[in-house]
């Protein structure tokens, strides 16, 4: 492995698989290899990816410098590793040139390197490491780069230490990695925990301890070094423990309070990796048996001799003269030694290992043309010894092979077969490898021998004509044959990574079947990992159907693997595309933790996979991650156990349901929500803890938002509620008296289609929450008797929503805005799921009295003076739409009708404000069903006795107008509007003005709009209201409201010219007040018509004059309004004084004169250029070249 050629990542030739996809991603890849390589190593073995595979040929001495004396074989074989058997080398990697770069301390240019390939987005994980870890340049004063320590002759200062990770000291120990979470290689699954997320890596090495305290290193017995950060966390926890023990309690307390950033119940909070030691007092009594010399212990560790060791660590001569060589100083240099020794020979045992597979692969190859060769020469003379002679021979081309073909030779022929062709030639290794039955008599393989009387030299020449290549490696594959499971997955281990890069992209998933059952079956750790690193890389960008595929694939594996492979296997996978530049391949990372929750070690799934789908709900900037993130997260939700993660669901939930993605929120909903719902009702804590904290969270909302309601996040809070109804409502069935009585036994009673309203997902149906429908049949006839008869005594989970939800409901909808719409529809929904979910005699007998008690609708209400003030809140319009909608039998519509009749008649005699009928209305016309029951009610109105009733009808026909068709508009509303416009009352007749505007506006009947004109004709014409002042303020207001989107016959015969008229009859006004509230409606209603087209004759003949009169009354009441129609009348004069000028058909704001004069004069002329060509209408939008 250490002399892998560059680029290579794996014992099967080297080769990356995924350099057809792009050029873009070949060093992505490289990298990624080399530290997954570095991954499998481990800590222990001390071997940095890449740091011998990286080496190029031109370099001897890095060659050289990991060599052991007296095995001269590594640097003979450093060619054949780099380029293979006489093959040309590879195109070296970027990481194998910064890997020589930083090995011979050309730092800058590394730097230069490292910054180029940030700017192009290609940064290389190893120089990321190394400029971002401080540690690596606070020593400068080591041996030059390339040179040994003096007196060592090939050993590098520097690479000379094992082929570690370089650095600048001039031969020191390994330098330890910057702390980071998004790679595996400073991490235990094993003992991961929540808290490892921690932003500084404590475990800090001895060269990081900086400049100026080593130069201050006092050699006094106290203090041999400076204590580490981790020493202290540990000895910190040890004397904490020792003073508890010990009931030194107030000290304890004491000692926590000055180390606060410590955790001392938990060790794991001093290290992941570190295991406990003993307590202090053990550590006291052994002090004295740890006392051995150096000599000692380099003799029993590994027997080398002391000159050999002093020449490979150098670090001996680089100790500062004032250093007091203690026992504990040479025990720790002597440390030092061992680890590099063990790091050298580690180097030097995969080096070995590398060649061996090399030559073993080599000598089958001699092995196949030898045999090859021999069997045709046997058939060439075999009469030329008699039969009983020949001998068997076996085949061994294949150290795997189980089964061996014999074949007849005669002995004549046997001087030209090499011994290594007899079993007893193959090497021990292979020898003892083969299983006892690897030859099978039966197996024999016989083959015709020809009567002939060729020379075998002559045969074997003649043969060689035939093209078979056996001397390259699919050369090598080809010519042997797997015979046996565990061959055939070799082969396919090896030869899968050379054939995956010549798959066309959009059929690759054809390969993971064959993918998968090699990496579930091979023997290889290493080459299983390659293989999974395959399957999650085989797709650039998957898509949805290959992306269920692979994942498919993954379950299939976990379930053949189990938990501990698929923890040490498939979750790397996982972690390392975690900030993939591509969101398919985080996709595939998030649906990745969903689906292989069940097959995870729990403790793994509460710490490491919840940690991952929170980071990359935080980070993840793509909604289609995020939203698989939560469907994720709902699962997890569905398999953890351990109640501490509680709280963190909760943050994660709340997190999710302010997401700014609407998909992400339906996910939530959908998936995760009900989840974890039904875990907290598990743990006791949704009538305890969810339900009560989002209804606190609305009520603080709406105490913050008295100026201004955050709508956004009622929404959020409200729709968690609404979808937890029907967790609720299955807890009230599981906790029942009657909850044991409900068997499953003869004739099931049907549910009803309608009897509850549609769940969101499947998970929030409370058929699935109870367990089946039949089940939820037997408890809902038992829920609906105990009910009516039996009441609810002894039902806490039911007396829990009776009691404390509904009442604090019904308080919160008494707070919010009733001019909201959009808060009264979503507590209307609520109510409306709530009721319809817990049925109608829970309706009926526990919800509608709590209203009615509230709203106290009773006759002595009436003639109070100050009303009822209840009836103005948002409590109305809830109630109404919410609550007595729910069913929709004669009853309940009779209900509704006599609510909303009585709320009329109080809100009118009362002379209260109409905000919440008009609430009312508008949310129940939005419904046609509820149309015609409206009507009843407004024309209850219409012939009541009082004319402030009949008013209050009059205004809310302007409401309902807009959602009525056509034809009850001209069979109902019309007729009804016409009663009320003769009115005795004159303030009943000027209240059907808006909706006689509002009808204009919205119905294209001809007959039915001549009818509305003539009646508004009559309001301006009719000589006894010429002095009404408040019904032609109500008809300015209603023409400037309505006249931009009416009919333009109507806008311009009949609105134009009668707001002209009343602008010439004002300027005869003579009370000031009036005349200025008229002017003020005119103005405004003058400003809404001139966005509209107006002809030439309408604009000479009443628009202009209309707005000279008009101007007339503001020289004198408003001058501010009257600069404002000055220059609207100016631009209304040059308009048409400028007769070339053609209007395109449309709308020309004259309000336009915010415009520059220049720009608009321009755009006017090239306008006025235009013909019916549609060619030049286009080169008036084109661009300028």
Request: proline residues 6%; contains cysteine; glycine residues 6%.
């Amino acid at each position: 492995m250490a002399a892998m050629a560059p680029g290579g990542g794996s014992s099967g030739g080297g080769v990356n698989p995924f350099l057809s996809d792009s050029d873009e991603d070949d060093d992505e890849v490289v990298a990624t290899e080399e530290q997954r390589a570095g991954l499998r190593l481990g800590a222990g073995v001390g071997l940095d990816p890449g740091s011998a595979g990286s080496l190029s040929p031109q370099d001897p001495m890095a060659l050289g410098s990991s060599a052991r004396p007296g095995l001269p074989v590594e640097v003979t074989a450093a060619p054949a590793a780099l380029g293979g058997s006489g093959e040309t080398p590879a195109r070296l990697s970027i990481d194998a040139i910064a890997a020589q770069l930083l090995r011979d301390q050309y730092l800058l240019t590394a730097l230069e390197l490292h910054t180029e390939l940030l700017e192009s987005g290609r940064e290389l994980p190893r120089l990321r490491d190394y400029f971002s870890n401080p540690g690596n340049f606070e020593r400068q004063s080591g041996t030059p780069p390339g040179i040994g320590a003096p007196g060592i002759p090939g050993v590098s200062g520097i690479g000379g230490a094992g082929g570690r990770e370089p650095s600048t000291t001039s031969g020191g120990g390994q330098l330890n990695r910057a702390g980071s979470i998004s790679t595996l290689d400073s991490l235990d699954f094993a003992r991961y925990s929540d808290d490892g997320n921690r932003e500084t890596d404590e475990r800090v090495a001895e060269h990081e301890v900086p400049l100026q305290e080593r130069k201050n290193y006092k050699s006094s017995p106290e203090i041999q070094e400076p204590i580490k950060p981790l020493e202290k966390r540990a000895l910190n926890f040890l004397v904490n423990e020792f003073l508890l023990k010990n009931n030194y309690k107030l000290t304890s307390i004491t000692f926590s309070d000055e180390n606060d950033d410590q955790d001392f119940e938990l060790w794991d909070d001093v290290g992941l990796n570190i295991p406990k030691p003993p307590d202090l007092l053990q550590l006291y009594r052994d002090f004295g048996n740890h006392q051995v010399t150096g000599k000692d212990l380099v003799d029993v560790a590994s027997g080398v001799d002391e000159d050999e060791l002093e020449a490979l660590t150098p670090i001996l001569a680089n100790v500062p003269p004032t250093l007091d060589t203690s026992l504990p100083v040479e025990n720790s240099l002597l440390v030092q030694k061992l680890e590099d020794k063990i790091s050298l020979l580690n180097n030097e045992k995969w080096s070995l290992m590398e060649q061996i597979r090399r030559l073993e692969s080599e000598m089958d190859i001699l092995k196949t043309e030898h045999f090859t060769t021999v069997a045709v020469g046997d058939s060439v003379q075999p009469s030329l010894v008699p039969e009983d002679s020949r001998q068997t021979i076996v085949n061994s081309s294949d150290q795997e092979k189980n089964k061996d073909v014999h074949l007849e030779v005669p002995d004549g022929a046997d001087s030209s077969i090499p011994k290594e062709n007899s079993s007893s030639s193959l090497p021990r290794k292979d020898r003892e490898e083969l299983p006892p039955s690897s030859v099978p008599s039966k197996s024999t393989v016989h083959f015709d021998q020809p009567n002939r009387k060729l020379s075998p030299a002559f045969h074997q020449a003649l043969l060689s004509f035939c093209r078979m290549s056996a001397d390259s490696r699919l050369g090598s594959e080809v010519s042997r044959i797997a015979d046996s499971e565990k061959s055939v997955m070799l082969m396919l281990g090896r030869c899968l990574p050379h054939i995956v890069p010549n798959v066309l992209l959009a059929k690759r998933e054809e390969l993971i079947p064959l993918i998968l059952c090699t990496a579930c079956l091979h023997p290889e750790p290493k080459e299983r990992d390659q293989l999974l690193h395959i399957l999650f890389n085989l797709i650039k960008r998957p898509d949805d159907e290959q992306r269920q595929m692979i994942l498919t694939g993954c379950v299939a594996f976990a379930r053949h693997v189990g938990p501990t492979r698929v923890e040490a296997e498939l979750l790397p996978q996982c972690w390392e595309q975690i900030n993939h530049k591509y969101p398919e391949r985080r996709l595939l990372v998030a649906e990745s933790c969903g689906a292989l929750a069940p097959y995870l070690p729990k403790e793994i799934r509460s710490s490491l996979v919840l940690s991952m789908l929170q980071q990359m709900l935080m980070e993840d900037k793509a909604d289609l991650v995020r939203e698989a993130v939560i469907k994720s997260l709902g699962i997890i939700m569905g398999y953890i156990d351990d109640p501490d993660k509680y709280q963190q669901g909760f943050e994660l939930l709340l997190s999710a349901l302010g997401d700014p993605s609407e998909r992400v929120v339906s996910a939530t909903h959908q998936v995760f929500l009900p989840a974890y719902a039904a875990w907290t009702t598990e743990l006791g804590n949704l009538q305890s803890h969810l339900i009560p904290t989002l209804l606190s969270k609305i009520e603080k909302l709406l105490r913050e938002g008295e100026h201004g309601l955050d709508e956004h996040k009622l929404h959020m809070y409200l729709s968690a509620l609404q979808s937890l109804i029907s967790s609720l409502f299955a807890l009230v069935l599981q906790n029942a008296p009657f909850s044991s009585k409900a068997k499953l036994h003869g004739e099931v009673p049907q549910i009803e289609v309608t009897r509850f309203p549609r769940p969101m997902s499947p998970l929030q149906d409370v058929s699935t929450i109870i367990g089946s429908r039949e089940q939820l049949a037997v408890l809902l006839q038992l829920y609906d008797y105990q009910l009516e008869h039996e009441g609810t005594t002894g039902w806490e989970s039911l007396l829990w929503v009776v009691n404390q939800l509904l009442p604090q409901l019904i308080e919160i909808v008494g707070k919010i805005n009733v001019t909201s719409t959009a808060c009264v529809h979503e507590f209307s929904r609520f109510f409306w799921r709530l009721c319809r979910t817990f049925g109608k005699i829970f309706t009926n007998t526990k919800v509608k009295p709590q209203f009615q008690e509230i709203l106290r609708l009773s006759e002595e209400n009436i003639d109070s003076s100050a009303g009822n003030g209840v009836l103005t809140k948002a409590t109305v319009p809830i109630y109404a739409t919410g609550v007595l909608t729910c069913y929709i039998q004669e009853e309940d519509r009779k209900l509704l009708v006599g609510f909303l009749e009585d709320v009329m008649t109080l809100l009118s005699l009362s002379h209260a404000p109409l905000d919440s009928l008009k609430a009312s209305f508008v949310e129940l016309g939005a419904n046609p069903a509820y149309h015609e029951l409206l009507l009843t009610v407004l024309w209850y109105g219409v012939v009541h006795t009082s004319a402030l009733v009949r008013c209050t009808a009059a205004r809310m026909f302007e409401l309902l107008v807009k959602g009525v068709n056509e034809t009850l508009v001209a069979q109902r509303v019309v007729p009804a509007l016409i009663t009320l416009s003769s009115d005795p009352e004159i303030s009943v007749r000027i209240a059907t003005i808006p909706a006689f505007g509002t009808i204009m506006e919205t119905v294209i009947q001809r007959e039915l709009l001549e009818r509305v004109k003539m009646q508004l004709a009559s309001f301006l014409e009719d000589p006894q209201y010429q002095d009404q002042h408040s019904l032609h303020t109500e008809v300015i207001k209603t023409f400037g409201r309505v006249g931009p989107n009416a009919e333009p016959r109507f806008r311009d015969e009949f609105v134009i010219p009668h707001l002209h008229k009343l602008a010439l009859v004002n300027n005869l006004q003579i009370v000031d007040s009036k005349r200025l509230d008229i002017a003020t409606h005119l103005f405004e209603a003058y400003s809404a018509l001139s966005c509209c087209f107006i002809s030439e004759d309408l604009m000479v003949n009443h628009f202009l004059p209309g707005l000279r009169c008009l101007r007339t009354d503001m020289e004198h009441l408003s001058p501010e309004h009257e600069v404002i129609l000055s220059s609207m009348i100016k631009e209304c004069e040059q308009k048409v004084e400028n007769k070339t000028v053609q209007e395109p058909q449309g709308s020309m704001s004259i309000a336009a004169s915010l415009v520059s004069e220049d720009t608009k004069t321009k755009f006017l002329n090239k306008m006025g250029q235009l013909t019916t060509s549609g060619a030049m209408l286009a080169n008036v939008f084109q661009r300028k070249k």
